[in-house]
């Protein structure tokens, strides 16, 4: 059974930063494309980024340059270090993965099949 977990959320003040942790299991997840999204009270899941198993990086329009995503395939890991925090970065960020390797339009949130809980950040201003 795929479980997915993320760590690393919590209160910062803008202009901050975080580092969300995600850690898979129950299969093994170095062919996959890992995935953030996240979403605000009253709105869509939105896509955030997504790493290919190769490491190469895939940014939404609304985190280009201030986000980064990286994963470890040795530890079924994926990251995001979230730099120049908003307030409306605030949200409930979540890891999602597709089995690979084929490809697939990786910003529509239907194409995942294995969700995270979620981990709520927020921004202060």
């Known amino acids: 059974q795929v479980h997915l977990v993320e760590s690393g959320g919590g209160l910062v003040q803008a202009g901050g930063s975080l580092r969300l942790s995600c850690t898979a299991s129950?299969?093994?997840?170095?062919?996959?494309?890992m995935a953030w999204f996240r979403q605000a009270p009253g709105k869509e899941r939105e896509f955030v980024a997504a790493v290919y198993w190769n490491g190469n990086p895939y940014y939404g329009s609304s985190v280009k340059g201030q986000f980064t995503i990286s994963r470890d395939n040795a530890k079924n890991a994926v990251y995001l270090q979230m730099d120049s925090l908003e307030p409306e970065d605030s949200a409930v960020y979540y890891c999602a993965t597709r089995p690979g390797p084929e490809m697939f339009p990786l910003e529509d949130k239907g194409y995942y099949p294995y969700w995270g809980p979620g981990t709520q950040v927020t921004v202060s201003s």
């Open positions: 129950g299969r093994t997840f170095s062919n996959d494309i």
